[in-house]
């Protein structure tokens, strides 16, 4: 079967480049934070790719702090801060902040404090992009890193969180990214590692992997790759559409990245769609990875005001620049097929 990837969201494709980092990484035997000559080519590696990541995020290098994740950057920026987010917002950062901000029916969130508040760029499971006021205290930005312009310096937040695996590096590595001159406490005490932020010896090949792969993700922003992702993400709609006359497109008049469709079709489980498009050599998912094997409709799209009912009916397709414009169509064809057999057997 000719299986095609369409769930870029929830890991894209392990880069080529960040695959040749990674392995010349696994030559070096030192520890970055030895002092002799094998140490000192450790470390020259580590903070090659910490400039890497920093270049392509419009960050400074010394501001990146290395982590296992976008999860463990979401617990040392967040844990004991008591701030206030969102129900878009992802589990990792929800289970640190409560949901008391505002989210309107277009998944716009309203932020009235935002020194004491935390926004995501970008919604993994709708792909809703929000414009991030003036002085946010934490900004989720693992779903936009790599998919849209982002410049950390000029966001105007304090800290921001970001995942290798998002943007086509290795899993297991992320970062949280600080505003110059602000400082954080460890939460992992040891060695001192990271600046003192976070001990721990540092994953160097992951992290070499994560620095290759932001590099090339900004020369793919560069040369107009995501237009083109956009372009056959809105000839998947245009088809899906033209299947189906109850199809839902969320945030579909707003602002989104340009690679995420996420539709539903009332009374069509989108666990249940996942299965069939499954079978039929197709990859998505019904919403964030990280929580589609829930029974639990979407928290994301029950904030925006959909009923338990329409929520569990959403379907995310996700691609990305290897995806071609035969394997959006293909999808299309694939479920419309089981889209005529579901509305049969309803009737």
Not at 95 to 110: F, I, K, M, Y
Request: include cysteine.
């Amino acid at each position: 079967m000719n299986r095609a990837y369409l769930d870029w969201n929830a890991t894209a494709p392990l880069r080529p480049e960040a695959r040749a980092a990674m392995i010349a990484a696994m030559e070096l035997v030192g520890n970055p934070s030895s002092v002799h000559a094998e140490g000192r080519a450790a470390k020259g590696l580590m903070e090659r790719a910490r400039a890497q990541v920093a270049a392509a995020l419009g960050a400074q290098g010394a501001d990146i702090v290395f982590t296992s994740g976008a999860t463990e950057a979401a617990a040392l920026a967040l844990a004991g801060r008591g701030l206030s987010g969102s129900g878009i917002e992802h589990d990792a950062v929800g289970a640190w902040c409560d949901d008391s901000l505002d989210v309107e029916p277009s998944g716009r969130v309203t932020v009235s404090d935002p020194g004491r508040s935390v926004l995501q760029l970008a919604n993994p499971e709708t792909g809703i992009v929000q414009d991030l006021p003036e002085g946010l205290a934490v900004s989720d930005m693992t779903q936009a890193f790599g998919k849209i312009p982002v410049a950390f310096d000029w966001s105007g937040c304090d800290m921001a969180l970001i995942s290798a695996h998002k943007l086509g590096g290795p899993k297991g590595v992320g970062a949280l990214v600080l505003r110059r001159g602000l400082d954080i406490a460890a939460r992992l005490p040891g060695g001192g590692q990271e600046m003192g932020r976070r001990s721990g010896t540092e994953n160097l090949i992951g992290i070499a992997g994560f620095g290759a792969a932001a590099e090339v993700a900004q020369r793919d922003l560069d040369s107009g790759a995501w237009e083109q992702v956009e372009e056959f993400r809105n000839i998947l709609e245009k088809a899906l559409a033209s299947f189906a006359e109850d199809i839902i497109f969320v945030g579909k008049d707003t602002r989104r990245l340009p690679n995420t469709c996420c539709f539903m079709v009332p009374g069509w489980r989108g666990q249940v769609q996942v299965m069939q498009m499954d079978l039929a050599g197709f990859a998505v998912s019904a919403g964030s990875a990280c929580s589609s094997g829930k029974v639990q409709p979407s928290r994301v799209l029950r904030a925006m005001g959909y009923d338990e009912g329409a929520a569990g009916c959403a379907l995310r397709v996700s691609i990305g620049p290897s995806t071609t414009q035969e394997d959006v169509l293909r999808f299309a064809d694939a479920w419309d097929a089981q889209y005529r057999k579901m509305k049969a057997k309803a009737r």
